[in-house]
């Protein structure tokens, strides 16, 4: 029995060892290598551009806007060029495409591919919410990442790279709100699907499901609006049956998970840059204090469990106001 039980220890211990062995391996050469961003306006895209930047890659970083993109070619003028780019815009990103081409040296490919561009979207009930508002955040959280990385593939099979797609772990426990939920399940679905399909290309996909941080995505003002319009646009019988209070509850549960959420984004950015440089990057990046000990752990639980520490969770945070 002991000698069993020394086995299985010993076993462990050695898997554990050899894992984190081989992902402190890296791939060198990062000056002959180039990695593709989107969403660097702000944020983790923002950051990323620069650590990669700054670690001597070649750096293509995708910003909506023309604001966006002079900022970082000013604060990186060697090795980063910076391009307008909407994901939820097809020809913008067939656009892109070719730009990357015309950027490459003759017969290079791409590196990694880092679909990092993302919306929180409206973050009302779902019965508040318009199918616009679903095909809003489904556009440009799932649509664009699949479109990104499949105009991309041919670039990465020449250097047998890799994709990395920023999801949440609401993809992994979808506690709300819908939209945004909706639309990162679907990309964990997306970037499982192609790992598998990938993996004899040489191409590698991981995903990192961040918790709460606070970015721009998260900015209370906008959030709160669009709780405000959706509610006054609701019918009488769903204001009745959310109640009055529905509004000042919203507000105050937004307010005290934006306290509680982490402003050390680099926690993101150190993911990232270990799925763009380790040899072996892991599949998933579980990134952020509530996503290790909060929701993986309620991921784990039977559903009526889970449901019942949500509830109570939500409950608690907005008496705590009252």
Known sequence: M????????????????????LRSLDVGDYGNKYVFITGCDTGFGHRLSIRLNKMGFHVIS???????????????????????LNVAD???????????Q???PAGKGLWAVVNNAGISGNTSRIEMCTKQDFVDAIDINLFGPIEVSRTFLPL???????????????GRYPSGPAPY??????????????????????IKVSILEPGVFRTNIMDFESLKSKCESSFDQASDEVKTAYGPDYVKNYVTLVSETMKGASTDIDQ????????????????????GNDAKFIYIPLSLVPDWCGDWIVRSL?????????
């Open 90 to 100: 097809s020809d913008s990103i067939q656009k892109a495409y070719k730009h990357v």
């Open 268 to 287: 993101v950015v150190d993911a990232y840059v270990h799925a763009i440089t380790s040899k072996f990057p892991r599949t998933r990046y579980v990134v």
């Open 2 to 21: 002991w000698l069993m039980i020394a086995a299985i220890v010993t076993g462990i211990v050695g898997y554990l060892f050899i894992n984190r062995f």
């Open 314 to 322: 939500i409950n608690y945070t907005i008496s705590k106001k009252r």
């Open 181 to 202: 939920c909706t639309s990162k399940c679907g990309l964990e679905a997306f970037c499982d699907v192609l790992r598998r399909e990938v993996y004899l290309q040489g």
């Open 156 to 170: 990465l099979r020449q250097t047998r790279g890799r994709v990395v797609c920023i999801t949440s772990i609401l």
């Open 102 to 104: 015309d950027l490459l």
């Open 62 to 84: 995708g910003c909506l806007t023309q604001k966006g993109a002079d900022t970082l070619t000013q604060l990186c003028p060697d090795r980063l060029s910076a391009l307008l």
